[in-house]
């Protein structure tokens, strides 16, 4: 508890602000994308954006996994409980993205499909043991953080035998993401990156050095608390400020340039790469995402099912693709607040707290109206 | 009384079957040694199918709540008390004094009588000490698989006192909000069971029976604007609530609103808020500011107020947002929790 608090203090935050305030440049912009969506979601829960000056901007990155999760992926899951009749295990989040047909998975889970929600592949593993005479299809998402437990899983469903559990696998990769955005035509200009916290942990810091090498843009891995990434975006602004485009590392009680091997190694012996992957938002990017090894086809969904992916445009009014690029923000969506809230989204950065939209609904669009006056005391 | 029944009821080891709940003698065997014994009082004495309560002066206030908590017993309570102190707080949160409680039951076949008997009688010593009886009551039985264990559902009457004035619609710009005590206790006792979350000290839920301290309140500030009491959804919720129904704004200060270091590291560690966490015995109050050195006084005066804080103010806001400056020295919205993230909690 105390290590938390000591990362919230909150005249440390007051103090680290104005330092950043004296060392911005005033004629200058700072451009800096934040690219996990636990950082996003840090700077809305506390506010960092009132400790900032103005030349500051914070673009919202895609590292929200289930933002990133196109339509044609839900779909398949869809299908799988509605059409196939299995048990489908997934994240609570994951479970109220929109999919085609005015259905989600927890509205397939109203028209009888055994939807579950479970906290780790284990738990999906769980339900396939006790349920011996069923198909059990986890759903899983996410970057390199969550790839080593659904190996895991896999690896303990092969040595247990469990014949009927399997895998839809949407794995994707945080490197691969961030090339795509940066090599967009026309894409986001940007100065820096926040790098990611967790996957950083699992990858370690050496994988971004492409980006301050080749694209001269430097990046700076954070930590999710909020001090955590106020620090990273003054040393960000002290780069950009002295020309330089390095990778550093802010989080450096838990990142390692090298990451962690025995996951790394793991992740490469359960799953190898697509050979691209459709992103919401960033269109069709070439290995960006993995899939099961040869060796455990038993366990791929789509294979096993034959459930193949389709492409489905997201919803006509929703910014979601331009908002995951860092190219609009979520007010900008014309039916942000009105047709689309947390309670019922019409694209997926509403659903999981992580996602733009819902971080801005949810602790920032205050902001947009006139600023209030307050008889606070306080 | 001579018991019509040949065998009685085994509370050790037996299990509430669908006979419980048919009308025939099993029921009435289970009413009378378990329900009547525990509960026992004039009103349910008279055995009939409903209770004949004395006239009283005042306005009447009912409420009425269902408990479908899992699980059935947590640290600091059961699904008795709660379903007791529940509806308690519901009638005491209107300015009103509660008098009655009418209570019914569905149980599902296979809860072991032993566990009923424990809710219930945990259900009597909260009635006996908030001095509110079970005046009446009902009992269903429904298949195994078609409930958990035992649903209850309690009513609540009371008397308005007198003077007193309070709705979620009367706060006003300049009012000052005050909490009675830590938040997210209830919650994350259930989340930290439910989760095998285990602390050196066990988070205890708060549930309470609240009417003493609302009586307390409004002794010492008559003005007292909205009394409420921050249930699912936590304060964030209720705050929002308020807001809309008066028509205002509300700031907080993240740094005055209390919340005990187990339940801010179990919130941490699933990625909740605690002010989203329910409570099951706390009360917010929005008062005049003119009034808040009083009514703070007037809650930490009483057991169930120690720890209360001033937490933020009232202000004109057409939009009726709840915002907090957080801790950080930022400033965010308190929004209503979307979906249901903490199912069963109460
Ligand atoms: S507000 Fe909704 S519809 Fe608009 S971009 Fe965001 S998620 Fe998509």
Known sequence: MKYIDDFRDGELACALGAAIHAEVRPEREYRLMEFCGGHTHAISRYGIADLLPPQLRLIHGPGCPVCVLPIGRIDQAIRLALEHRAILCSYGDTLRVPASDKLSL????????DVRMVYSPLDALQVARANPGREVVFLAIGFE?????????????????????????????????????????????LDGFVGPAHVSTVIGSAPYEPFARDYRKPVVIAGFEPLDVMRAIQMLIRQINDGRAEVENEFTRAVTPEGNLKAQALVAEVFELRNDFEWRGLGTVPASALKLRAEFTAFDAEARFGVPYAAVPDHKACECAAILRGEKRPE??????????????????MVSSEGACAAHYTYGRFREAAPVTTTTSA | MKSAHSRPLDLMNGHVDLSHGA????????????FARELGNEFLAQGDDGARLPACAGALVMATDAHVVSPLFFPGGDIGCLSVHGTINDVAVMGARPLYLAASFVLEEGLPLADLARIV???????????????????????????????????????CLDGVDV??????????????????????????????LAFDAPIVSDTAALHGIVAALLAAVPDTRVLRDPTRGGLAATLNEIA????????????????RPAVAAACELLGLDPLDIANEGRLIVVCPASSADRALAAL??????????????VIADDRHFVQMKTRFGGRRMVDWLAGDALPRIC
């Open chain 1, 106 to 113: 927890l509205r397939a889970k109203g028209r009888g499909a």
């Open chain 1, 145 to 189: 953080t969550t790839t080593p437990p659904t190996a895991v899983a896999v690896k303990q469903a092969q040595a247990e035998g469990l014949r009927n559990f399997s895998l839809l696998c949407n794995h994707v990769l945080t490197p691969a993401a961030m090339h795509a955005i940066l090599a967009a035509p026309g894409g986001v200009q």
């Open chain 1, 332 to 349: 900008e969506c014309r039916i942000f607040g009105t047709a689309c809230t947390p309670d019922n989204p019409v694209g997926s950065c």
């Open chain 2, 23 to 34: 009308g025939g003698r099993a029921m009435a065997q289970l009413i009378e040694d378990l």
């Open chain 2, 121 to 159: 009688s945990s259900m009597a010593a909260a009635a006996r000490e908030a001095g509110v009886p079970v005046v009446t009551g009902d009992t269903k039985v429904v298949e195994r698989g078609k409930a958990d264990g035992v649903f209850i559902t309690t009513t609540g009457v009371g008397v």
């Open chain 2, 167 to 196: 709705s979620g619609a009367n706060a006003r710009p300049g009012d000052a909000v005050l909490i009675s005590g830590p938040l997210g206790d209830h919650g994350m006792a259930i989340m930290s069971v439910r989760e095998n």
């Open chain 2, 244 to 259: 809309h129904q008066s028509g205002v704004g509300i700031v907080l200060d993240e740094a005055a609103i209390p919340v």
């Open chain 2, 300 to 313: 930490r005066a009483h057991p169930l107020g120690r720890d209360a804080a001033r937490i933020g103010d």
